[in-house]
């Protein structure tokens, strides 16, 4: 079984930061992706950015120039740097871990919420 713990999320002003980080617990398989989901009020959830474990990078483009996700493998962490942050960001972000056979696991989600 496989636990994703989420942390960082808040509350922050417009062109603020947030950083948020996920851990993995339990048998994880070193051949995996990792990445951050978001959903907000009466919308699906959508990519925000994912990492392989080879560390190749994907984003969405509202993310591109504004976001960074990092990992660290030796600790099944996953770490997404949201800078210059907007109104439009405030969502659920849920970090999520998928293996090549295609079983996924889901954190429970973390509020960011972007205010003045």
């Known amino acids: 079984q496989v636990q994703l713990v989420e942390s960082g999320g808040g509350l922050v002003q417009p062109g603020g930061s947030l950083r948020l980080s996920c851990a993995a617990y339990g048998n994880i398989f070193a051949i995996n992706v990792m990445g951050w989901y978001r959903q907000a009020p009466a919308k699906q959830r959508e990519l925000v950015a994912t990492?392989?474990?080879?560390?190749?990078?994907k984003y969405a483009d509202s993310a591109k120039g504004r976001f960074t996700i990092s990992r660290d493998n030796a600790k099944n962490t996953v770490t997404l740097q949201m800078n210059n942050l907007k109104p439009e960001d405030t969502a659920v972000y849920y970090c999520?871990?998928?293996?090549?056979?295609?079983?996924?696991?889901w954190g429970s989600g973390t509020q960011v919420t972007v205010s003045s």
């Open positions: 999520n871990l998928l293996w090549a056979s295609g079983t996924d696991y």
């Open positions: 990492i392989t474990s080879g560390g190749s990078r």
